[in-house]
């Protein structure tokens, strides 16, 4: 493990020079086999969502972010399947001007706001199966009493200080521009306003006396961090981007505002009239959820992923890894961002009356239907459209045709009428294909087929190491098509069981086809739990013989014996996944509109 011992920085500002680092280093970790960490210790794994402003309800893009994270740490799980060793947080962001500006316009408290819309997300998330283990919510006293210790820690280490704030500041966002991210727009009496030049938000000039954190000392070390772990911040792009961002100036941030203008949110500690800048806020639930400040956090700290968008990568990136080396900590293990999701060609918005509500997508096309076309389509890179047509079509050539259609041929009563998960026959389907004798039958793309899935389980481990959910599961789809070719080439239908010559050859193709299926569904339970759930209880597979440790995929064909072979399958549990066809009424009417 290579330790990067501490600097010494400069203070600005009248601040003599302060010693910050000193009882902090970076830790890089090594990969092991499935890119498991070599350090037993460090198999703590703790996967974070961000926390999910409650000014309105939830859209498909926040499910896509809470999708992404559970889909990761649910892989986490598969790979050390061991309750104590993956923590998974989500939450609601309270605080701050825009939910003080929302609930005001509702004509609502904000207490009574927040635990409305947070009750949204927390049924939203029950409903899509996200195996979260906590949801914090920021107006929780355990998370007060985390903010304001995280804030002490900055003050004793002399990173605070009063200072006149003047400049830009736009509520939606909740941040600080500077004149050259600002622009003018016609508002809507036709007057030009000052409006955010990246998201289009109004901002208002604001002027007062503040809390300052001495950001500006952070550059070299947050650009030390990031040269010196490429893969901090995945995919690359935005890694790239956070650098050039830091080759920029970098100014102190201002981190509190007057309570007399902001007064929903948690008071700076020793100073009642300021109340503190919602981000610093929010971004210490990702400690508050941990514990912290009882040492007992340190057990997960650093070993995190954040999850995020990439709207909100400047505060996961910059700000919070600034923050926590004020506070002595280390940054994050990994920032895994996303990009965006539109709507038939458009961004996502209010007013312009297109927003998807993810829970009639849930309805339409089931939950796992749903889990698999984000996941599926969603690539981290670059924004992504959503069209109902498109999830049909995805859904039906890939679960319901493909998936579910092998699944029903290698285990209809016509084709096995024992149920019995059949023998494989070493002579039809020898380890070597020179050693193919007068019995065998396997040909060079049978061969193929068990190569592609004994090596699809590292594949997709990588594949989620790099982010790359979609990736992973184009691999286990091609996976299937693959299998189906197999299944198709060799026509078990055709095949006798009362025949000598043809029963062993007819077992042998079930039992490699349901060997493949088994890989499918075990790799398919980060993103489709209930119906890889089915997948594999039809199979047979015991909850215990679920994990990647347990996979041993197609024993027999390597020499060794094989826990399924002549075992049961288990009880027929219907069609896998429905076709969505195009009789839906809510498909036709979306094509009439
Ligand atoms: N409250 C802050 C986060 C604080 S974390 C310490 C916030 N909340 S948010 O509700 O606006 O956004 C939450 C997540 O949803 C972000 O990751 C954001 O990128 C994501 N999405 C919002 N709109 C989105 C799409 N249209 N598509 C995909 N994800 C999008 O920011």
Not at 161 to 179: H, N, Q, R, T, V
Not at 283 to 305: A, C, H, M, Q, R
Request: charged share 20%; net charge neutral.
């Amino acid at each position: 493990m290579l330790r990067v011992s501490a600097f010494r920085l400069l203070g600005r500002r009248g601040a003599s020079r302060v010693s910050l680092l000193e009882d902090f280093s970076f830790r890089y970790y090594s990969s092991g086999p499935l890119g498991v960490r070599d350090d037993t210790r460090d198999s703590r794994a703790y996967f974070t969502t961000p926390i999910f402003y409650v000014n309105a309800a939830p859209h498909i893009g926040h499910l896509y972010s809470a999708l992404l994270a559970d889909a990761l740490c649910r892989h986490h799980r598969l790979r050390v399947p061991s309750d104590a060793a993956t923590g998974f947080s989500t939450g609601t962001d309270e605080h701050g001007l825009k939910i003080q500006q929302a609930a005001a316009a509702a004509g609502l408290a904000p207490s009574e706001l927040c635990d409305r819309v947070s009750a949204q997300f927390q049924q939203l998330f029950r409903e899509a199966d996200i195996s979260s283990t906590d949801f914090i919510r920021t107006t929780e006293a355990r998370h007060r009493i985390a903010v304001q210790h995280f804030w002490g820690m900055l003050k004793s280490r002399g990173l605070l200080y009063k200072g006149l704030y003047e400049g830009w500041y736009c509520a939606s966002d909740e941040c600080f521009l500077p004149e050259a991210k600002v622009t003018r727009q016609p508002g809507p009496s036709g007057d030009l306003c000052p409006v955010s030049l990246e998201s289009g938000h109004p901002v208002s000039w604001t002027k007062e006396e503040n809390y300052i954190f001495r950001l500006s000392q952070f550059r070299e070390p947050l650009q030390q961090w990031l040269r010196g772990d490429p893969q901090a911040i995945t995919p690359e792009p935005f890694h790239h981007t956070v650098l050039q961002w830091l080759e920029e100036e970098l100014p102190d941030l201002s981190v509190s505002r007057r309570s007399s203008h902001l007064h929903w949110g948690i008071p700076v500690p020793g100073d009642d009239s300021q109340t503190i800048y919602v981000w610093l806020d929010a971004l210490v639930n990702y400690l508050t959820v941990i514990g912290y400040p009882d040492p007992e956090f340190k057990s997960w700290w650093p070993n995190t992923s954040h999850i995020i968008g990439k709207d909100i990568l400047k505060f996961h990136a910059i700000y919070w890894p600034a923050l926590l080396l004020g506070a002595g900590m280390s940054p994050p293990h990994r920032i895994y961002v996303h990009s965006h999701w539109t709507v038939c060609g458009q961004k996502m918005s209010k007013s312009l009356g297109n927003v998807v509500d993810p829970r009639t997508c849930l309805d339409r096309y089931t939950v796992d239907g749903f889990r698999y076309f984000l996941l599926r389509q969603g690539v981290p890179s670059w924004d992504c459209d959503y069209y109902d047509e498109k999830v049909v079509k995805l859904l039906d050539s890939e679960l319901a045709d493909a998936l579910g259609g092998l699944l029903n041929r290698c285990t209809a009563n016509k084709i096995n009428p024992s149920g019995i998960y059949p023998a494989f026959c070493a002579t039809c389907f020898p380890s070597e294909p020179g050693l193919v004798g007068p019995s065998g039958r396997a040909q060079a793309e049978d061969y193929a087929l068990v190569s592609a899935v004994a090596t699809l389980p590292k594949q997709v481990a990588d594949h989620y190491d790099n982010f790359q959910i979609y990736k992973a599961l184009e691999a286990v789809s091609s996976c299937v098509r693959q299998t189906n070719g197999f299944v198709q080439r060799h026509a078990p239908w055709k095949l006798n069981w009362e025949s000598p010559v043809d029963a062993p050859w007819l077992g042998t193709v079930l039992h490699v086809a349901l060997e493949c299926l088994r890989v499918f569904g075990t790799l398919l339970q980060p993103v489709t739990p209930s119906l890889a759930d089915r997948l594999l209880s039809r199979l047979g597979v015991s909850s215990t013989e679920r994990s990647l440790g347990e996979l041993h995929f197609l024993s027999r064909f390597y020499g060794h014996p094989s826990p399924f072979e002549g075992r049961r399958l288990g009880p027929e549990t219907g069609v896998l996944f429905p076709r969505l066809d195009q009789s839906r009424s809510w498909l036709v009417k979306a094509h009439k509109t």
